[in-house]
């Protein structure tokens, strides 16, 4: 597949030969033959960069050839455990978009909650109890829990999710996440570590737009303290793009300092670098054994 020169940033989440249940309807664990395969399609279709030089050449406007780069968000274990190697293997690595409450053990993903719920039929339980804020039985959970989102919609999954898991259980259920051991290897192996909020709240989004500043800010801290050094992107959790909210631009715009990373499934090309401190990804279904379907489908769609 011939592509035009551009900067395609491949956006994965976890790399694991393990699907557990908090991520099992949600999606996104590839194989790692999988992924293997896809890092190989890649090196023949272009120029494997990490994140920082890919971001320097785009930034400079020397982005003269098909140029990919791997991302990975929410910090998940199977990124240092399979996908790192993986890369190694090309000479490669990647960048990961760290969620500070997941790294620090300190409060666990809402949404991976939600999917275990699923598979201990603990939705029924669930709907019930969010029934006060306008969910009905019919209601679909995923959507809904970002539109209607609150900290009272926290609390009120967090108490399903006691109800169906023990303390054991709970702590355990971290291993999932890369811990501060983890991050910090990545680093000293060149990754490049991204800011993804501290809790994966939608904060892009009118139902948590005005928990942006602390969300992030909380984790810059943290990881500054992490890696010695603040983080430079900042990337927005969920980014539903007709979700935006108004609010965001002004929040972006305060802080000027940071590079905001995006979805939005289009490549970085040479004539759209105007904006040099926002980027853009591409999202890699995890039912897709190549690149190549995605690739096309967004090159057709990003040249109407």
């Known amino acids: ?84 190697p993986i890369l190694a293997e090309y000479q490669a690595v990647g960048a990961v978009s760290v ?8 409060e666990f993903f809402w949404r991976f909650k939600l999917s275990y719920l699923n598979a201990v039929d603990g939705l029924r339980f669930l709907r019930e109890r969010l029934r006060p804020y306008g969910l009905t039985p019919r209601t679909m959970l995923k959507p809904a829990t970002l539109d209607q989102f609150s900290l009272d919609v926290l609390a009120a999954i967090d108490e399903i999710y006691e109800r169906f898991t023990t303390a054991d259980q709970r702590a355990d259920a971290f291993r999932v996440f890369a811990n501060a051991d983890d ?21 892009s ?19 500054t ?42 490549p970085n090309t040479p004539q759209g670098n105007d904006e040099p401190n926002v980027l853009y990804r591409i999202s890699i279904p995890w039912t897709e054994q190549t690149i190549a379907p995605t690739l096309k489908r967004v090159m057709r769609e990003h040249q109407r």
């Open 225 to 266: 303290i992490l890696l010695g050094q603040p983080p430079k992107y900042w990337v927005l959790p969920f980014d539903r793009p007709r979700h935006r909210a108004d609010k965001l631009s002004a929040a972006r715009l305060r802080h000027p300092d940071q590079t905001f990373v995006f979805v939005a499934d289009r």
């Open 183 to 203: 991050l910090r290897s990545l680093a000293d192996h060149g990754w490049l570590m991204a800011n993804h909020s501290a809790r994966h709240y939608p904060v």
């Open 1 to 84: 597949m011939k592509l035009p020169p551009a900067w395609y940033i491949l956006l994965y989440h976890d790399i694991s030969w393990e699907e557990t249940d908090f991520l099992a309807s949600i999606g996104g664990t590839i194989p790692p033959d999988v992924f293997d395969r896809q890092v190989r399609e890649a090196w023949g279709m272009g120029r494997l960069l990490p994140a920082k030089e890919a971001a320097r050449l785009y930034v400079a406007g020397e982005i003269c050839e098909p140029v990919f780069s791997f991302w990975f968000d929410d910090g998940l274990r199977g990124v240092a455990a399979c996908a790192a």
């Open 205 to 223: 989004e009118n139902s948590a737009i005005d928990l942006f500043d602390v969300e992030f800010m909380e984790c810059q801290e943290w990881m």
């Open 99 to 106: 969620c500070s409450g997941f790294a620090s053990r300190e």
